[in-house]
């Protein structure tokens, strides 16, 4: 019983005996199997979409990052007037009042 091996290279088959019965390719035909897959190389897009996920989660987080600092400047402030208006209280009821942040 003779071993056949058979080669598969994206869609093309070559199956031969044994040594030496590898079929040869015509340099017009290697240029022509090498733009075929630079063809299909630039056609799949599958790294594409790894790269668009990449760039929404990197906005994502520039966004989250602007709205945190903003808030943090607006709740300082509203701390403050809340501590000033129960200093207020406080000393209205005879209390010693307590240093507020700034």
Do not use: W
């Amino acid at each position: 019983m003779a071993h056949r091996a058979e080669v598969s290279c994206q869609g093309l088959s070559t199956r031969g005996g044994g040594a030496g019965s590898a079929i040869k390719q015509t340099p017009v035909q290697e240029v022509n199997n090498m733009m075929r897959m630079l063809s299909n190389f630039l056609r799949d897009e599958s790294g594409v979409t790894a790269i668009e996920y990449g760039l929404i989660a990197g906005l994502v987080g520039v966004v989250i990052i602007g709205a945190v600092t903003a808030a943090g400047g607006n709740l300082n402030a509203v701390f403050s007037m809340v501590c000033n208006k129960l200093n207020g209280a406080v000393a209205a009821g005879g209390a010693a009042a307590v240093a507020c942040p700034a």
